[in-house]
Nanobody, 122 residues
Framework: QVQLVESGGGLVQAGGSLRLSCAAS????????MGWFRQAPGKEREFVAV????????SYAQSVKGRFTISRDNAKNTVYLRMNSLKSEDTAVYYC???????????????WGQGSQVTVSS
């Protein structure tokens, strides 16, 4: 089992920045690819970013490319999502997820955090 706990969400004005953290415990963190997803009210959960187990490969949704950065620190069992130039459409609950096979689909991930609310005011 892997337990994931997100933190760092909150209320920010449009154009501002936030950094989400996801702390992992349980099985060996460095074995897993880590992803960030988000779900806005009334919408389906969508892919945001993914990072490989070694941290050398990343991929982003087109809507966040150039504004968000995913990173990880395997020594701290933590993955981060730095979000810059935030827009009102970034408002959502953000979830981190762990999976042995990285990807952009929800089904690629075996473990999920409880979510962290990000609200961007315009």
């Amino acid at each position: 089992q892997v337990q994931l706990v997100e933190s760092g969400g909150g209320l920010v004005q449009a154009g501002g920045s936030l950094r989400l953290s996801c702390a992992a415990s349980g099985r060996t963190f460095s074995r897993f690819a880590m992803g960030w997803f988000r779900q806005a009210p009334g919408k389906e959960r969508e892919f945001v970013a993914v990072i490989s187990w070694g941290g050398d490969i990343t991929s982003y949704a087109q809507s966040v490319k150039g504004r968000f950065t995913i990173s990880r620190d395997n020594a701290k069992n933590t993955v981060y999502l730095r979000m810059n130039s935030l827009k009102s459409e970034d408002t959502a609950v953000y979830y981190c997820a762990a999976g042995l096979a990285s990807g952009t689909s929800i089904g690629a991930y075996d473990y999920w955090g409880q979510g962290s609310q990000v609200t961007v005011s315009s």
